[in-house]
């Protein structure tokens, strides 16, 4: 995530779209995203917006994209599925989730769902939840003095040798190292 600096928000409240597209930003009250230059009426306060660098941070944080500006853009079906399932994924990430259950709750082949994750993303739906559990797990080792089980059981990865090692090969040390880094 970005700061909201003087600049931001003047781009924000100004609707300046030349802003659009170096960050999107959050109204915690609704948890809708937007692009600087929304043209909805907005009556929020800095303390109420958070900055995003990227689409991916906002879903990661449950933020949904405003119906106005469209923030990430006009969706092709394909495009479409792979947001439909980011979401799904960033309210569900701390169960147990396989691709082929994933597939299941959208009524896809696994097949189907694994290729237009990687033609939209560059990256598998496994990849992407793992890319959103440790986002999480950064953020718990941040926030608070939970345990590094405990973290990695939240974050939906229940074995804690597991955790220990996709934190580390996702991070570069591991999750105790991360911690005391501040």
Known sequence: MYSLTKKRWQAIHEKDASYDGEFIYGIL???RVCCPSCPKEQSCVPEEVEIFKTT???LFEGFIPCP?????GDLTDKEKLVYDVKVYLAHNYQKRLTLESIAEEFEVSSGVLHRAFMSATEESPQAYLVRLRMYHAKKRLK???EGVAVIGLKVGIPNLS?????????VGMTAVQYRKQG
């Open 29 to 31: 009250d609704d948890h």
């Open 56 to 58: 991916d941070e906002a």
């Open 68 to 72: 106005e500006c469209h923030p990430f």
């Open 143 to 145: 926030e608070t003095n």
């Open 162 to 170: 597991y955790f220990n090692t996709v934190f580390k090969q996702q």
